[in-house]
């Protein structure tokens, strides 16, 4: 595969690296954090500073998972809306979720400011666009319960749809001022910088192939030799799961993410397109997600065949998404073209699972784990810390291998493929 299409436009901040990747040199570890992605490296900056000692291992390098990849928009709440998750979680639980829900922007906003990441971002919102009027009443029922919870939100109608995307062919739409877009490499990069500042040792293109528990100590075997010994192992993994864990991979269907970014636009059509830059993700099956980039790019997302891509044309279909969008850049150049990995879970949730004593594992991004997993590190680490199960917003649940997860796969890519008819016939 050409390496264009495994790297972003996303920049790394220009003091880079901004850590040395390192070894601890032995001894007993509060907790190894395997995956230094947005998960486990929020994980070790909050338990590096809660005075925990902690390693995190990735198997490649910082940024090369979903977290350097991604869209960059950061979007608070989960798939489901607040009634949803009270009905489900019960009262109590389930108006914590919807706090924690609320609050996983401000965790990445806080964050930036707070530790004065170097991180291009917007923060002027998230805007659900609709296309059919089922798409508008699911926006006006989430508006009404996320308004009921005081957020800053606001339903769009047409004109004001076309007025803040530029786009055509949306119906209205629901604005979440809460959330923005940041450069999701950067602020990868910049986690580990402060990560590493507090403490957390960082070692990168150290896969982790063995984990055994001695006495009430976890060991932690690296392909390259090295050993560790940890009271806790943390498993942030996502998408990028293997064996490790008997039975995890099992848990979630990885798919596909693909993006594209245009030239940097031009001031005429820059003006008319998102020249509020806020984020948007629309209402299809088979949506597409899009943002202008800090360098004036449009940069646009969507689900992605499964088998590695070879070749551009299998970023046709978010081609012809953004024309149909925007039909004034058929003329301009697709300059980049990358693709990531998302972890789905059958419920549309994130599972956290603890099946030994202080073995724990966190999958099932849904493609929203930017601010999620900001957020989720936080209160792992608060976990770590105090043994507090309490901290954790969501129940720990045992470790549930999809049946026949072996045929998902071809499941899924019918499903799509379903999908993406029922969508043409709605445009
Ligand atoms: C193309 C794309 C677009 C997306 N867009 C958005 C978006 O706009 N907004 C949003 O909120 N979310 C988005 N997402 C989802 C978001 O990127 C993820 O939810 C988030 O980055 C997950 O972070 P993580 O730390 O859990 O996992 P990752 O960042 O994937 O990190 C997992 C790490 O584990 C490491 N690893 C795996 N196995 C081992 C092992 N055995 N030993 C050591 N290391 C190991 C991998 O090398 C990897 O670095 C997108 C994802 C993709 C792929």
Redesign the pocket.
């Known amino acids: 595969m050409p390496a264009t299409f495994s790297e972003p436009i996303w920049r790394k901040p220009k003091a880079a690296p901004a850590f040395r990747s390192e070894l601890s040199a032995g001894g007993t570890l509060d907790a190894v954090i395997?995956?230094?992605?947005?998960?486990?490296?929020?994980t070790a900056l909050h338990a590096a500073r809660a005075g925990l000692s902690i390693q995190v291992?990735?198997?490649?390098a910082?940024?090369?998972?979903?977290?350097?990849?991604?869209?960059?928009?950061?979007?608070p709440g989960l798939k489901y809306d607040p009634e949803w998750l009270i009905g489900h979680f019960g009262q109590a639980r389930g108006e914590a979720l919807v706090a924690f829900a609320a609050s996983t922007a401000d965790t990445v906003f806080d964050l930036i400011r707070d530790e004065k990441l170097a991180v291009p971002f917007t923060r002027n919102g998230w805007i659900q666009a609709a296309h059919t009027e089922t798409a508008l009443k699911a926006a006006a029922n989430r508006d009404r319960q996320w308004r009921a919870r005081g957020a800053d939100v606001k339903l769009l109608d047409q004109p004001e749809i076309a007025a803040m995307t530029g786009a055509r062919g949306y119906l209205g739409g629901w604005l979440d001022r809460r959330a923005g877009v940041i450069d999701?490499l950067s602020y990868?990069m910049e986690l580990a910088r402060v990560a590493s500042a507090a403490g957390a040792k960082i070692a990168e293109r150290?896969?982790?192939?063995k984990l055994r528990k001695e006495a009430s100590l976890w060991r932690a075997s690296?392909q390259g030799g090295a050993d560790l010994r940890a009271k806790s192992v943390v498993?942030?993994?996502?998408?990028?799961?293997?064996g490790?864990l008997p039975g995890l991979a099992q848990t979630i269907v990885p798919l596909?993410?693909?993006?594209i970014a245009t030239a940097p636009l031009p001031a005429e059509l820059a003006a008319s397109i998102l020249p509020g830059g806020q984020?948007v993700s629309d209402s299809r099956r088979i949506l597409v997600?899009y943002?202008k980039s800090a360098d004036g790019r449009l940069v646009l997302?969507g689900r992605g065949r499964m088998a590695l891509p070879s070749r551009a044309s299998d970023w046709a279909h978010l081609e012809r998404a953004l024309i149909r969008l925007y039909p004034a850049l058929s003329g301009i150049a697709i300059e980049k073209r990358?693709?990531?990995?998302?972890?789905m879970t059958p419920d549309h949730l994130p599972h956290l699972h603890e099946p030994e004593k202080g073995l724990l594992a966190?999958?099932g991004?849904?493609?929203?784990?930017?601010?999620?997993?900001s957020a989720l590190?936080k209160r792992m680490a608060n976990y770590l810390a105090s043994g507090d199960v309490g901290q954790l917003p969501f129940p720990l649940s045992p470790i549930q291998p999809i049946p026949f997860h072996a045929f998902r796969q071809i499941g899924v890519a019918a499903t799509i493929a379903w999908y993406r008819m029922l969508d043409a016939f709605e445009r």
């Open positions: 395997v995956g230094g992605g947005i998960m486990g490296l929020s291992l990735d198997a490649g910082i940024g090369q998972g979903a977290s350097g990849l991604n869209g960059g928009q950061v979007i999701p990868t150290q896969k982790v192939v690296t498993l942030a993994t996502n998408a990028y799961t293997d490790l596909h993410s693909f993006q984020a997600y943002r997302g990358w693709f990531g990995r998302v972890a966190v999958v991004c849904q493609g929203r784990g930017v601010g999620l997993m590190g």
